[in-house]
């Protein structure tokens, strides 16, 4: 089981946040993703619709094709001063994303990066912002 993390701060999260997860993978956190629903009210499954969300839950693994398009496609799913919080595989997995990449990735795309956070035993995430 994961260790119990502190959404509230970590994410800036409530009740009233509206959550959307894209990109979820085969071996993603369950217990982050329940720690999710549990602590918003308006958690959206991946395959929902939504004109605007306050927080996109990207997971990313190093072979899912462009990491530019995916957070490209959460930017425009985000409210003003929304967030996206990137899910990629620990160092050390043979998918990992290097921390390096997701940097110049988001200067790119003028986020900035407010926080890299363990989220399970397989997994960290990434907090951008705009």
């Known amino acids: 089981m994961t260790a119990v993390l502190d959404l509230e701060a970590l994410l800036n999260l409530s009740r009233a ?3 959307l997860e894209l990109n979820w993978v ?3 956190d369950d217990d982050f993703r329940q720690a999710l629903r549990a602590a918003s009210s308006a958690y959206l499954e991946p395959s929902a619709q939504t004109e605007a969300v306050d ?3 990207v997971w990313w693994r190093r072979h899912d094709g462009d990491l530019s398009d995916s957070l490209l496609d959460a930017l425009r799913l985000l409210t003003d001063g929304g967030a996206i919080c990137l899910a990629t595989p620990k160092p ?3 998918e990992y994303v ?3 990449d997701i ?5 790119d795309l003028n986020l900035r990066q407010t926080g890299t956070f ?3 035993p397989d997994w960290r ?3 951008l912002q705009t």
């Open 26 to 28: 085969d071996g993603a």
């Open 92 to 94: 050390g997995s043979p």
């Open 118 to 120: 363990v989220i399970g």
């Open 125 to 127: 995430a990434t907090k």
């Open 55 to 57: 927080l996109v839950v």
């Open 17 to 19: 946040t509206v959550v």
């Open 98 to 100: 290097d921390a390096i």
């Open 103 to 107: 940097s110049d990735i988001a200067k």
